[in-house]
């Protein structure tokens, strides 16, 4: 199958933050101006147009994303739980401070089986059963987070708000990442 991981467009989060918003609720903030108008260019992209379907994180930065693009592309939109962002407190009532979002941030990758946030495995591991459940599919937008997309393609650089990366996954369990991404200017570059 191919995918295509898109990362949702800039997120506005000075909507919630002027409603004094916090924590997970923060989630509930939409694209920006700018996030929407990145989502609009990036829909005429000629490897989306084949897309068979579009899958996303239920996030609204991510859902938003996710239909601006089916709507443009006159594709259907499935919202997965699973595609959501990378969890710095797994325990979804427990507070998060500074000090525990720059630890896991900077441990992300260690194998802390006990760690109370979410690694890089475990995000793999949950978007690759989403995928499962595609597999009679050929290609499939994926609208997610940079997280989740360097968790899956095995990459530590930056994911730009709106960038496309190529994926090719295998039902049988292999995957690889595809030699080419496409940078926020819409050129496609060898990595």
């Known amino acids: 199958m191919q995918v295509y991981f898109v990362r949702h467009g800039e997120t506005d989060y000075e909507v919630v933050a002027s409603r004094g918003v916090r924590g997970w609720a923060t989630s509930f903030a939409p694209l920006s101006h700018l996030g929407r108008l990145q989502i609009d260019a990036i829909a005429r992209d000629y490897r989306l147009q084949e897309a068979e379907a579009i899958l996303c994180s239920s996030y609204a930065r991510a859902l938003e994303s996710g239909a601006l693009l089916s709507r ?12 959501h962002e990378w969890l710095p407190q797994k325990d979804p009532l427990g507070d998060i401070d500074a000090e525990l979002l720059r630890r896991a941030r900077h441990a992300l990758e260690d194998d802390h089986a006990d760690a109370p946030w979410e690694r890089v495995e475990e995000v793999r591991a949950r978007v690759l059963r989403v995928l499962e459940r595609y597999r009679d599919r050929r290609r499939v937008v994926v609208v997610t987070h940079a997280v989740v997309i360097q968790s899956v393609v095995g990459t ?30 819409g050129v496609t570059v060898k990595r």
């Open 72 to 83: 443009a592309l006159n594709k259907p939109l499935f919202v997965e739980y699973d595609l």
């Open 156 to 185: 530590r650089r930056p994911i730009d708000h709106a960038e496309i990366v190529e994926f090719t996954w295998r039902p049988d369990g292999e995957a690889e990442r595809a030699a080419t991404a496409a940078p926020r200017d």
